[in-house]
């Protein structure tokens, strides 16, 4: 009889469990280039040999320019060519970090001590360390990853409670997920989203270069199915509003770093008008590399969202290149079908990294299971004193969720 007053009792109990809802941590962090140490060995090779010596791989444009010059444009070119002869062959370059990653120099390589790359991986395992242990964090959206062996890497002691995976890429940097294996009852399953790794030059026919792709996470919490939707945006159109370090930008803007980042625009809008369609409880966060706080911020008539004044929450027309006449990212995204909620940012942060970057959204049905206002916070990433190769350069974004 009391053999089946313990069974009755772990039934009820585990009954009591489902009966309340379920609190999930969930984190989005972008880990600077992150590899192995071999990796990090193939990277110093190729900028050390003769040809390359350390140059720039990337074009830059002037303060104050919407592209480069045809002097600095060429010689970014030419780097280029040297850096995939040295990797051997320009599909082996792109999996090699460029010379500028670490903030290396020819004298600052010369003068550091054996383990620096050791140094970097140490800090995001212990970085990473407490946001699970001190945290409670279940899900973590890594940005600027290379593979799903480096998250397993620095997962370190929790390696064996977590899944993790990553959206193939023909490229060094990649999205990718870990979580937590206990957290869903039934496998995670991971779906990478190829159509955001768009083409950066689609003037240019033998270009092997492509942005990041995105990769969606679905979980079972409880009886609910929630999506994650893990993306890493083009860069260097992230403001505006003008601030005395960069200029503001509109999507529509002849920069040539925002001409791009507005091609991302259709297939990002697209893969989350889908996923609300098929899953209600979702969640959209990672490194959107632009301040959509100062878009939220600005209040803009439906019609004036796009160029053309049609309704944001109607198709995007797209252009022989995939462009778009969005004006606004935030506005595009969260035009009533479906309706994102920003998870606010935090109030105060001893963080070291970029600021109004990282973004988790959620979904208005997630949304609405929340007892209480949503909020984050962001964590100092850990690093030693004089350490030559930083830890990241962003801090991770944390959120917990009600289900």
Same mark, same amino acid.
């Given at each position: 009889?009391?053999?089946? $007053?313990?069974?009755?009792?772990?039934?009820?109990?585990?009954?009591?469990?489902?009966?309340?809802?379920?609190?999930?941590?969930?984190?989005?962090?972008?880990?600077?280039?992150?590899?192995?140490?071999?990796?990090?060995?193939?990277?110093?090779?190729?900028?050390?040999?003769? $040809?390359?010596?350390?140059?720039?791989?990337?074009?830059?444009?002037?303060?104050?320019?919407?592209?480069?010059?045809?002097?600095?444009?060429?010689?970014?070119? $030419?780097?280029?060519?040297?850096?995939?002869?040295?990797?051997?062959?320009?599909?082996?370059?792109?999996?090699?970090?460029?010379?500028?990653?670490?903030?290396?120099?020819?004298?600052?390589?010369?003068?550091?001590? =054996?383990?620096?790359?050791?140094?970097?991986?140490?800090?995001?395992?212990?970085?990473?360390?407490?946001?699970?242990?001190?945290?409670?964090?279940?899900?973590?959206?890594?940005?600027?990853?290379?593979?799903?062996?480096?998250?397993?890497?620095?997962?370190?002691?929790?390696?064996?409670?977590?899944?993790?995976?990553?959206?193939?890429?023909?490229?060094?940097?990649?999205?990718?997920?870990?979580?937590?294996?206990?957290?869903?009852?039934?496998?995670?399953?991971?779906? =990478?989203?190829?159509?955001?790794?768009?083409?950066?030059?689609?003037?240019?026919?033998?270009? &092997?270069?492509?942005?990041?792709?995105?990769?969606?996470?679905?979980?079972?919490?409880?009886?609910?199915?929630?999506?994650?939707?893990?993306?890493?945006?083009?860069?260097?159109?992230?403001?505006?509003?003008?601030?005395?370090?960069?200029?503001?930008?509109?999507?529509?803007?002849?920069?040539?770093?925002?001409?791009?980042?507005?091609?991302?625009?259709?297939?990002?809008?697209?893969?989350?008008?889908?996923?609300?369609?098929?899953?209600?409880?979702?969640?959209?966060?990672?490194?959107?590399?632009?301040?959509?706080?100062?878009?939220?911020?600005?209040?803009?008539?439906?019609?004036?969202?796009?160029?053309?004044?049609?309704?944001?929450?109607?198709?995007?027309?797209?252009?022989?290149?995939?462009?778009?006449?969005?004006?606004?990212?935030?506005?595009? &995204?969260?035009?009533?079908?479906?309706?994102?909620?920003?998870?606010? =940012?935090?109030?105060?942060?001893?963080?070291?990294?970029?600021?109004?970057?990282?973004?988790?959204?959620?979904?208005?049905?997630?949304?609405?299971? $929340?007892?209480?206002?949503?909020?984050?916070?962001?964590?100092?990433?850990?690093?030693?004193?004089?350490?030559?190769?930083?830890?990241?350069?962003?801090?991770?974004?944390?959120?917990?969720?009600?289900?």
């Amino acid at each position: 009889m009391r053999r089946w $007053q313990v069974v009755l009792g772990a039934v009820l109990a585990g009954w009591s469990l489902n009966a309340h809802a379920a609190e999930l941590g969930i984190a989005a962090f972008n880990i600077a280039w992150a590899g192995s140490e071999a990796d990090f060995n193939e990277h110093i090779r190729v900028c050390t040999s003769p $040809q390359v010596n350390w140059c720039d791989t990337r074009a830059k444009t002037a303060k104050g320019d919407t592209a480069p010059t045809p002097e600095e444009d060429a010689r970014a070119k $030419q780097c280029q060519a040297d850096f995939d002869t040295a990797a051997g062959g320009a599909g082996k370059g792109l999996l090699v970090a460029p010379c500028n990653a670490y903030k290396l120099t020819a004298s600052k390589w010369k003068k550091a001590a =054996p383990g620096i790359y050791a140094e970097k991986l140490e800090g995001l395992r212990q970085t990473v360390d407490g946001l699970i242990r001190a945290r409670r964090v279940d899900v973590i959206a890594f940005q600027e990853v290379r593979s799903a062996g480096v998250i397993k890497e620095i997962l370190g002691s929790h390696t064996a409670d977590f899944e993790a995976c990553v959206g193939d890429h023909t490229s060094f940097q990649t999205v990718g997920f870990a979580w937590r294996r206990s957290v869903t009852s039934k496998p995670g399953k991971c779906a =990478p989203e190829a159509g955001l790794a768009i083409k950066e030059n689609p003037q240019d026919p033998a270009s &092997l270069r492509y942005l990041r792709p995105g990769v969606a996470l679905s979980l079972t919490i409880g009886k609910d199915s929630l999506t994650l939707m893990n993306v890493h945006l083009k860069s260097s159109c992230a403001n505006l509003i003008t601030s005395p370090a960069f200029k503001g930008h509109e999507l529509t803007d002849p920069d040539s770093a925002c001409q791009v980042l507005n091609r991302q625009v259709a297939p990002l809008e697209a893969w989350i008008d889908g996923v609300a369609k098929t899953s209600p409880l979702f969640v959209v966060l990672g490194d959107f590399n632009r301040r959509l706080d100062e878009e939220a911020a600005k209040a803009v008539a439906p019609k004036d969202v796009r160029k053309d004044h049609t309704d944001p929450a109607t198709p995007n027309k797209t252009g022989a290149n995939g462009e778009v006449s969005s004006r606004f990212l935030w506005q595009e &995204l969260s035009d009533g079908d479906p309706t994102l909620v920003q998870v606010p =940012p935090p109030v105060t942060t001893d963080c070291k990294g970029f600021e109004g970057l990282d973004h988790i959204l959620i979904s208005a049905a997630l949304n609405a299971r $929340q007892t209480g206002p949503i909020s984050s916070e962001k964590v100092k990433v850990e690093q030693k004193d004089k350490q030559v190769i930083m830890t990241s350069d962003h801090c991770p974004r944390i959120t917990r969720l009600t289900l």
